[in-house]
């Protein structure tokens, strides 16, 4: 090869290294964001969780520079929207609000789905809704206790109504009936707020109730007992179910998360914005006397780690009712 021919060869691999690199440089070396970030919500439109969405969208504009835009892609309890957010692209323009169910325990049953809690980077805490065991307003039960006590005296009388049968919610339901020994109809419900409606309706007898639910319909509604490690302030004559004796704890924390291979340099900088607004006390405000939800930041690495205890926590509780169910199966079939 003459050496003109090695000189043009040398300069178009020179050439072609140089445009190679400048195609695969980092999104990080871009400003960010120069246009709106979508952000997906697995539950339908008007569920609580677009709700806390839409009042975080136009307040974080401020510190990000650009607004959140909701995207709904509700289905399979969530699954269909967490997947979504695990094969967006990842640039840190389509995030997500992970809720434990579709992020967490649904890993924990058949069908798996199509994607692993490891498909995704965390990128702060949002909030935390508090809840436990509700009853409506004029229902003769005072604890708890008293609602134990009759349903074991009258079996199958009563209805308790429950909505995502795989989430943390339902879970600590099924946790509480094979624990407490009653043997009730259990009425699925599409989502919390139905479930909540059936019980004012009188529908159902009892349900789980997150806490700002029970204070807009304090009316209609009464809280007997919280299923979370300590009392709530809005409502701090309720007891907790671990003061009773009792293990069931209902959820954590909710937070955003990113698509795996989101930069980090995007991760925080969404993280900053996410913080400022979170924690702003008017923000925090605004969101329990809307939606009654608790304005709870975390950083990144501490909400990644709670996901991970509630997982585990709630593998436990899996394989708790997994062995109760086929004992039952067992005691039907020698009845037979």
Not at 189 to 194: I, L, N, R, T
Request: net charge positive; glycine share 10%.
């Amino acid at each position: 090869m003459s050496a003109r021919k090695k000189m043009t060869v040398g300069v178009f691999i020179i050439i072609t290294l140089v445009l190679f690199g400048l195609t695969t440089l980092s999104f990080s070396q871009e400003k960010y964001p120069t246009r709106p970030v979508q952000v997906i919500c697995q539950w339908g439109a008007g569920s609580n969780v677009d709700l806390a969405l839409r009042l975080l969208a136009d307040p974080i504009k401020q510190h990000l520079g650009q607004p959140l835009v909701v995207v709904v892609k509700p289905g399979a309890q969530g699954v269909v929207g967490q997947n979504a957010m695990a094969k967006a692209k990842p640039d840190g323009y389509t995030i997500g609000l992970a809720a434990l169910g579709p992020m967490v325990t649904v890993h924990l049953f058949e069908p798996k789905p199509p994607y692993k809690m490891e498909d995704f980077e965390a990128i702060a805490g949002y909030y935390h809704n508090p809840g436990g065991f509700g009853v409506r307003k004029d229902a003769p039960w005072k604890t708890l206790d008293d609602f134990i006590a009759v349903a074991k005296k009258n079996p199958m009388k009563y209805k308790i109504g429950l909505h995502v049968a795989r989430g943390p919610v339902g879970l600590a339901i099924k946790k509480f009936i094979l624990s407490s020994g009653i043997k009730v109809t259990v009425v699925p419900y599409a989502g919390g707020k139905k479930s909540m409606q059936a019980v004012m309706g009188g529908d159902v007898d009892a349900c789980a109730m997150h806490v700002g639910f029970v204070i807009r319909f304090s009316d209609k509604l009464r809280l007997l007992e919280l299923f979370e490690k300590e009392r709530s302030g809005m409502l701090a004559d309720v007891p907790t179910a671990r003061e009773k004796g009792r293990d069931l704890i209902m959820g954590a924390r909710t937070g955003f998360v990113a698509p795996k291979g989101t930069p980090i340099d995007r991760i925080r900088i969404l993280e900053s914005a996410l913080k400022k607004v979170i924690t702003d006390p008017g923000f925090g405000k605004t969101l329990f006397e809307k939606l009654g939800m608790v304005a709870d930041f975390s950083h990144r690495e501490v909400i990644w780690k709670e996901w991970q205890d509630t997982h585990s926590r709630f593998q436990k509780i899996v394989a708790e009712l997994t062995k109760a169910e086929a004992e039952f199966k067992k005691m039907e079939k020698k009845k037979k």
